[in-house]
């Protein structure tokens, strides 16, 4: 099996405290893998030892075929990232802002120019390449950095919380648009609070206390501890 | 990066506010005092009364006003309808004494406009016992003084405030953490917040000189290519601090107050711009000799007024290149550091 993303006792200690205890789990390529947990279970932190932002205290880790003790740096050229809060600069517009981040991963600018074409294409937002991204409604610009994210084409994108404070129609446009992108090859990597998101992930974990408690798919987490739908599963999980 | 030059409240502020500040500066805030209205009191009139008298009148400084009787010169001072009287002795002609007279309330009109009279009527008078000079100023203009502090400080204000508050401003808006994840390295990322602010202060620094010369006649002396030099040491100088305040803090309140207290009343207090540095207690001195705009200032006074060589002013230039590099090293770690520490503000939250 071909995994994208591979760890094995995946370690952060703050002190005394660990965040991450030891975590251990792979994805596969074009997975959409869901990161479940309750505030302050260590999702954030695990994410950033995957995104090479921070260094695990123990463990090793595989991400995108780069080791996240010693090559963060060529971790960050492979990944997409997008954070939960919005994140694209709100005085550039719309094109602008791809050529930024795009010119950033180190793209040719015709490369820019027909990637940004295909990805705006696909949201239908063509139309809109030269607004100020400040003029646009959360939603759209929800989906629009998440097409910055995946911009240079990345093996695999980080999805922090993407949809709080999203409307439900927009939300489930934006699953369309991940699932769109899965089939296509790249992993997803996502942490939500939504309950009824995580049942789109292929298969999910949810950490407590810095612990993977369960990893495995949303259908048959539900059946293992019987719950009716997946905020049984999680309120179960985290008593 | 293109997006500042969006920001029309950013721009306003960086090249209005100095605009204001310079004219203001040169213009209304100077300790030139005009048109002091003086009256004379002179209980007997001989020539050399009238000549000195004469004097006064054809002064720019001075508002002659007449003369007074004795009786009328308390009620005079006190009403506020002249700020100096000058008494001469019955015997002037002969001994060339006299009296001055101030409203003291005004203290600085008073001393300032003391000086002056002094040395109107010292000028009159047949037998002067000194022969003043005022070299490098000899009209003793304020703007001269002003000048190279207000540049000091200016570029303080633009350099240092706006760029701690532009990465702040990524850090809020979350940005910042899209391009930390992103392969670009922190020194890139500095460099590139820092250029935009580097240009912008060197068009405020092409304005400023070209006020200072034709508006308020300072001189050049020294040449423009030194004080562009300079400027442009403390000027990186400036970004650098900027940069680690906002390395240091998380949001742009925080950073415009610490740019605000930390950076600019020291400026203004310990820089020798306001108050002469020999005058401040040994600690604050030895202070002052740490804070980069003294030097700066100190440097742009002998280049501008008095004229000399970028070679006579080589510890100024040095003391700030070495502080460049010290803080431009400072912010860079502190950047990095802040990638490890975020982790320890998500366990808290």
Known sequence: MDYIIEVKGLTKRFGSFAAVDGI??????????????????GKTTAMRMLCGLSFPTEGSGM??????????????????????????????????????????????????ASRSRELLDRINFADHKDDLVQSLPLGWRQKLAFMVATMHSPEIVFLDEPTGGVDPITRRQFWDLIRGAARQGTAIF??????????????????????????????????????KNMNEVFVKLCR | MLHILRDKRTMLVVLVIPLILIVLFGFTVTTDVNNIKVMACAPHRSHSVSEAVNHIQASPYFDFRGFVDACDIDRMLR????????????????????????????????????????SVLAGSAAASPFDVHMLYNPQMKSSYNFVPGI?????????????????????????????????????????????????????????????????????????????????????????????????????????????????????????????????????????????????????????????????DVVLEVGILLAETVALMAAATKKFNDRLEQKGVNFKIL
């Open chain 2, 79 to 118: 009403t506020g309808q002249v700020s100096a009287v000058v008494v001469f002795a019955s015997d002037y002609s002969s001994s060339g004494s006299y009296q001055m007279l101030f409203d003291g309330a005004d203290v600085n009109t008073a001393s300032t406009s003391q000086a002056y009279l002094q």
């Open chain 1, 24 to 41: 251990s789990f792979a994805v596969r390529r074009g997975e959409i893998f869901g990161f479940l947990g309750a505030n302050g279970a």
């Open chain 1, 190 to 227: 996502v942490t939500t609070h939504y309950m009824d998101e995580a049942a789109y992930c292929d298969r999910i974990t949810i950490m407590v206390d810095g612990r993977i408690k369960a990893l495995d798919a949303p259908s048959a987490l539900m059946q293992q501890l019987e719950a």
């Open chain 2, 151 to 311: 540049m000091g400080m200016i570029f303080m204000l633009i350099c240092a405030m706006m760029t701690s508050i532009s990465i702040v401003r990524e850090k809020e808006t979350g940005t910042m953490e899209v391009l930390l994840v992103s392969p670009v390295k922190p020194l890139y990322i500095i460099i590139s917040k820092m250029v935009p602010y580097l240009l912008l202060s060197l068009i405020n620094l092409a304005i400023i000189l070209l006020l200072a010369y034709y508006m308020l006649d300072v001189p050049m002396a020294g040449g423009v290519g030194g004080i562009v030099l300079v400027s442009f040491i403390y000027l990186v100088l400036a970004l650098a601090l900027g940069m680690m305040v906002s390395n240091m803090v998380q949001s742009q309140i925080a950073a415009l107050l610490i740019s605000a207290m930390v950076m600019m009343m020291p400026v203004i207090i310990f820089s020798g711009m306001m108050f002469p540095i020999e005058n401040l207690p040994w600690a604050l001195r030895w202070i002052s000799y740490v804070i980069p705009p003294r030097w700066y200032i100190d440097a742009m006074r002998k280049l501008m007024i008095e004229g000399v060589a970028l070679c």
């Open chain 1, 63 to 112: 991400v995108a075929g780069f080791d996240v003790m010693t090559q963060g740096e060529q971790i960050k050229r492979h990944i997409g990232y997008m954070s939960q809060r919005f994140s694209l600069y709100e005085d550039l517009t719309v094109y602008e802002n791809m050529e930024l981040f795009g010119g950033i991963y180190g793209m040719k600018q015709a490369d820019i």
